[in-house]
């Protein structure tokens, strides 16, 4: 490894669970080995820190203070800390595919340092099983550019997440990047890497405040940055809106896995045996611990 490293890996967690030690295997799995790692507490009160605490690894730094920030605002603090050209940011709960890093720091390399990359994903269960593709592609331009990329997936040059940090605003801590996202389309370009490099958990694990959370954010966001009296305005109101109601019901009935499900397609066989190959590849890799 070089002494500055190319890529900068940043997870931000507070109480993952069993599933923390699974994205930490992710990274080690990587093809990509030149990168560092930066491991940010949020306050936890389960042992995550303590796995974090004992990887074994020159890449790797764990900082925590004891404190619930909000996730926002540990991004923000990553970014701060990142010692390489690129920043790849990730979910504690989440699983990189074993090619994830090589793909999109290849695709960061090739084109301007204002270039935003995300990619596909498969989505995963509570119980880490591969249960789908997760529908992607946001519009870029208008309301539509909050639902840019599926947010564990994205990477971009260090700098410019420092010129472009995650509000810190609590209206926005269920939905930082979807107002990211609507903030800089217009000053950078988003590639979306077709093929899932991110395992993305959500079936089974759905989270009905997560949920109202995010879509109360993003009324205020719809206010804040396209709250001119047009039609597509109120309708984008109306839709979100709506969807928080159907989700609520959902809630009430217990039947929220079927809103998930629409999240995500079947898997075709070259996909499955894809996505099957890359979560072997994690399982199997051992933390130097």
Known sequence: MSQTP??????????????????????????????????????????????ARSV???????????INKRMNVRFNELVSLARAPYFFRM??????????????????VRNRGNTVVGSGAY??????????VRRTGGKRSGVGVCQSFI?????AATEWFRQNPYSESIAYYRCQDSELWSRTASNSTFI????????????????????VGAQMGHLVLLQARFGRPRLSYFV???????KTLLVCVADVLGCEDVIVARRYT???SGQRRHAEEGLARVLSCPLPI
């Open 6 to 51: 190319k890529v900068t890996i940043g997870i931000p967690f507070r109480n993952p669970g069993k599933y923390f030690a699974l994205a930490l295997k992710s990274v080690f799995a990587q093809t990509f080995s030149d990168w560092e790692l930066i491991l940010m507490d949020d306050g936890s009160l389960d042992d995550a820190l303590t796995l």
């Open 56 to 66: 074994n690894d020159p890449r790797v730094r764990v900082y925590s203070d004891g």
């Open 91 to 108: 979910d504690a709960d989440d699983i990189m595919h074993p090619e994830r890093i090589e793909r999109q720091y290849e695709v960061l």
């Open 123 to 132: 989505s995963l269960d509570a119980g880490s099983n591969i249960v789908g």
């Open 151 to 155: 947010h564990p997936s994205v990477a």
């Open 192 to 211: 979306t890497i077709s093929d899932p490099l991110l395992y993305y958990r959500e079936a089974g694990v759905f989270s009905y405040e997560n949920y």
């Open 236 to 242: 984008a109101v109306v839709k979100c809106l709506a």
């Open 266 to 268: 079947r898997l075709t």
